[in-house]
C-alpha cells in the first residue's frame, strides 16, 4: 500500500469504525430467553408440567391441588429472568375451555382465554389474551369480543368495557385447543397484536395504561382454561 493510501485509510477508518459499532448498536437482538423445561419461571396460582400437545413440546398449566374448579383465578408463568421494556413478544399458545365448566353463554364466553402480559411488576402488568370459543359463534357480540387488552391494577377489561365500549378488544378468526400464534409489539405506551402471522395487527392500544416502563414477561390465562405454550421468542428493540 502506498503512504498516499496509508494515509487516506487512517482519515477514513474512524468514520468506518463507527457505522460498524452504529449498524451493530441498532441491530434488533434476540433475547436469550427460552420456553423448555429448564427455563425459570415463578409460578402464580398455578402448577406446570411439560408435556406433548398437538405435535408440540409444550408448556401446560394446571390447577393447583384445591383449585380445579375455582372460578376466578388468575394464571401466570413469570418469567423469572426477563426484563422487557420494548421490542416483540412472540409466542404460540392453545386454550380452550377446561372441562366442567360453563357454556359460553356466561360473562359473554370468559372461558378458555390465554394470552401474555408484560411490563409486568409486582401488581402491574400490561395483557393481550385472546377468547378462542367466541370466535365462531353465531353472536356477533361475542365475536366481537375475540382479542383483550387489560392493565392491572386499575383497567381490568370490565372496567375498559364501561368506559370505553369495543375500543380495547376486537374479532380475529380461532379455533379453540388449535396452535394459534400471537406476536405482541410494543413500543413506548404503544401497543399491537397481530395472530397467525397476519401482515396487520387485530388490535392496536395507544395508550397503554400503566404508562412508559419495564417489566417481567408472563405467560397468562386463568382457571378456566386448558392452556399451552410453545415456542417464544423475544426480540428487544434496539
Partial sequence: MSNK???????????????????????????KIT???????????ADSKWVEYRGRNALHLVPLSGHERAQNEE???????????????????????????????????FKGVIGVSFRVDDERA????????????????????????????????????????????????????????????????KARLYVNGAAQPCLIVNDLKNGYGHGKIALWTRVSTDAYFSDLKVTAAP
Avoid: C, H
Avoid at 40 to 45: D, F, P, S
Avoid at 87 to 96: F, L, S
Avoid at 140 to 159: A, C, G, K, M, V
Fill in 5 to 31: 493510501l496509508k494515509y487516506l485509510f487512517l482519515l477514513a477508518a474512524p468514520g468506518l469504525l463507527a457505522a460498524i459499532l452504529l449498524g451493530q448498536a441498532t441491530k434488533p437482538a434476540s433475547s
Fill in 35 to 45: 420456553l423448555d423445561p429448564n427455563t425459570k419461571l415463578e409460578m402464580i396460582n
Fill in 75 to 109: 394464571w401466570l408463568a413469570v418469567l423469572s429472568d426477563s426484563d422487557f421494556t420494548d421490542g416483540t413478544i412472540e409466542v404460540d399458545v392453545a386454550g380452550a375451555r377446561r372441562e366442567g365448566y360453563p357454556t359460553i353463554d356466561d360473562v359473554r364466553g
Fill in 126 to 189: 400490561e395483557t393481550f389474551y385472546v377468547r378462542p370459543e367466541n370466535s365462531r359463534v353465531e353472536n356477533q357480540l361475542y365475536r366481537n369480543n375475540s382479542t383483550q387488552y387489560e392493565s392491572l391494577p386499575d383497567f381490568p377489561w370490565i372496567r375498559l368495557d364501561l368506559e370505553s365500549p369495543r375500543m380495547y378488544e376486537s374479532y380475529v378468526d380461532l379455533e379453540p385447543g388449535a396452535w394459534t400464534k400471537l406476536k405482541v409489539e410494543v413500543s413506548g405506551i
